[in-house]
C-alpha cells in the first residue's frame, strides 16, 4: 500500500516553500534539493497552484511561496485533494465488479480503516511537520533551514 | 492509496473457501464466482498455503480449504503478511534518498496513521466479514451462500 509520488512531492514541495517563506523558490532549485524529478514537481505544483495554496509570480525572478500560513494547511485536506484516489479494494471504485459487494461486511471495515488514516492527518497542519520530528524535538524546523542553506 | 490486488484477492478466496467450509473448493470455481484471473489466485493459494490459513488436497475431487476456523483468521493479520508493502512515502522504503528524513516532521505523522490504519483490521477477524455487511444485518452470511449456490 503506497500513495502516489505526487502526494509525496505535495508534501515536500509545501514544506520546502514554509521553510523559505522569506522568498520566491523555484521548481528547479526544490527538484535539486530533493534530487527529485523536475518534471513531476511541475505537475505539483499546478495542481497545488490551482488550489491556491501556492502562489506563482512569473518572469525572471519570478517562483512560487505559499498563499496560506503553514497553520492554515491541513494534512488531512493535501492528502485528500492530491492523492488521486483511495480505491483500496476493487469495490471502492466505479469500476467494481465484485459479485458480493452488496453482501460483503468487508466494505465497511475497510471504509472504517481509512477514515481512521485520514483522521490522523486531519489533527495535523503543515506546521506540525516544521515543528517535530521523529524525537519530538522542537528543533527541527531550524535544522531542517540550516539543512537546505 | 491502493491496497494490491494480491490482498484484495486473499480477503475474497479466504471468504469463499469460510462460505464453503463443508467442501473442498477449486481455484477454477473461485476465479470464476468473482470474474477474476485464475493465474492471480494461483500465486495467492501458495502464499496463503505457505502460511498455512489454508489447506490443499491434490488429484482428481482435490481443492482447497481453510487450515483453521474463520475466527482464527485475523484480517490485520491477513492484510499485514499479504501486502507486498506500505511504503506509503520514499522514507518508509529501503530506497529512500529524501535528504531530510531526518528533521522532517511526516514520517512520524504517517506512521501514526498506518498504525491506526491497520489498528481497524485488528479489531475484526474473518467471521467479522460474513457476519456482518454495509446495513449491519446478520443475515449476509446466509445471503453470501445463496449467492454463490
Redesign the interface.
Known amino acids: ?4 509520488v505526487r ?2 512531492y505535495a ?2 514541495m509545501l ?1 520546502y516553500l514554509a521553510v523559505h517563506s522569506d522568498r520566491l523558490c523555484t521548481i528547479s532549485e526544490i527538484a535539486k ?3 527529485i524529478s523536475e518534471p513531476h514537481l511541475m505537475k505539483v505544483t499546478h495542481q497545488l497552484a490551482q488550489l491556491e495554496w501556492i502562489e506563482t509570480v512569473r518572469g525572471k525572478g519570478g517562483g512560487m511561496r505559499l498563499a496560506r500560513q503553514p497553520d492554515e494547511i491541513s ?1 488531512a485536506e493535501v492528502i485528500k485533494t492530491v ?1 488521486p ?6 469495490c471502492f471504485g466505479n469500476d467494481n ?4 459487494t ?8 475497510m471504509q ?3 477514515d ?6 486531519a489533527k ?1 497542519t503543515l506546521l ?7 524525537a519530538g524535538s522542537d528543533e ?1 524546523f531550524e ?2 533551514v540550516n ?2 542553506k
Not at 465488479?97 to 458480493?100: D, L, P, Q, Y
Not at 506540525?128 to 521523529?134: A, E, H, P, R
Open positions: 500500500m503506497r500513495l502516489t502526494t509525496d508534501f515536500r514544506l534539493a530533493y534530487k494534512l492523492e484516489d483511495f480505491h483500496l479494494v476493487e465488479e465484485c459479485s458480493i452488496e453482501y460483503c461486511g468487508l466494505t465497511a471495515i472504517e480503516a481509512l481512521a488514516f485520514i483522521g490522523c492527518f495535523y506540525d511537520i516544521l515543528k517535530s520530528n521523529q527541527s535544522k531542517i539543512f537546505f
